[in-house]
C-alpha cells in the first residue's frame, strides 16, 4: 500500500514526480485544476496533448482512463490527464460512474508507476466542475489508491480548500486508513 499524503494548497506549485490533471476527454484544456496546470505549465502540455489527439487519442481519452505528458515549466516531470466522470445524481447511474471514477484514479496510478514515479498528486477528481458530492469523492479517492497494487510509493491528494482538506481527513479516519496530514508548505 502506498503512503497516502494530505495537504491544503494549489497542486501546480507540489514537488513531486507526477502531478494528475483533472482533465476533459477532449484534452485541449479547460478550467479548474485542468486550466492552472496549463498556465502554469506553459504551451508545451497543450503541444503534446494536441500531438495525443492527432495520433493515438483521435476520439480523445475515454472516461476512467488516464495518459500522461511532460511537465513543461512545472517542477514535476510528469502530468497524467485522468478523466473523472460527471455526477449523474442519485440513482441507478452513479454505481456505474463511480466505477469510472475508481478508474480514473487506478489508471492514474498504473501510468505514474509504469513512468517510474516514486510520487504522485491528485487533485479531486470530478468534485468541482463535474459535481460530484465531496464525501463520495474522498471516499473513492483515498480507497482506490488504499487499495492499488500498482502504485508509486508515495499518493498525495492537494485539496484547494481547507472544506476539501477536511472531508478527505473524516473520510480517512471513518475508513481507517492511515493518513499523513502535511503543513501548508512541505519540503518534500
Ligand atoms: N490545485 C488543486 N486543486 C484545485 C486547483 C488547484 N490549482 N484548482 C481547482 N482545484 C480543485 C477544485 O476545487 C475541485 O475540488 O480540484 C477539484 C476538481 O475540480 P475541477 O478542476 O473542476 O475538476 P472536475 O470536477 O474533475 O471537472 C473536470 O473541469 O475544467 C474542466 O477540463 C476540465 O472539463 C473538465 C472538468
Known amino acids: 500500500m502506498p503512503r497516502l499524503e494530505l ?3 494549489d497542486i501546480t506549485t507540489e514537488r513531486v514526480d507526477a502531478i494528475v490533471n483533472a482533465a476533459n476527454s477532449g484534452l485541449l484544456g479547460g478550467g479548474g485544476v485542468d486550466g492552472a496546470i496549463h498556465r502554469a505549465g506553459g504551451p508545451a ?21 488516464a495518459v500522461a505528458t511532460g511537465a513543461g515549466r512545472l517542477s514535476a516531470k510528469w502530468v ?7 455526477w449523474p445524481g442519485l440513482g441507478r447511474l452513479a454505481d456505474e460512474r463511480r466505477a469510472l471514477l475508481r478508474s480514473a484514479y487506478r489508471r492514474s496510478l498504473e501510468v505514474a508507476r509504469d513512468l517510474g514515479a516514486a510520487s504522485v498528486a491528485f487533485p479531486a477528481i470530478s468534485a468541482g466542475i463535474y ?23 508515495r499518493v498525495r491528494f492537494v485539496l484547494f480548500s481547507a472544506r476539501m482538506h477536511d472531508t478527505f481527513a473524516d473520510a480517512a479516519e471513518r475508513l481507517g486508513l492511515d493518513v ?9
Open 7 to 9: 495537504v491544503t494548497g
Open 45 to 65: 502540455i497543450l503541444e503534446e496533448c494536441r500531438a495525443l489527439r492527432a495520433t493515438t487519442l483521435p476520439d480523445g481519452l475515454p472516461t476512467g482512463e
Open 80 to 86: 497524467i490527464h485522468a478523466v473523472g466522470p460527471v
Open 131 to 153: 459535481g460530484w458530492p465531496a464525501d463520495d469523492a474522498a471516499v473513492v479517492a483515498l480507497t482506490t489508491s488504499a487499495e492499488a497494487e500498482q502504485a508509486p510509493e
Open 180 to 188: 499523513v496530514v502535511l503543513g501548508d508548505r512541505d519540503p518534500r
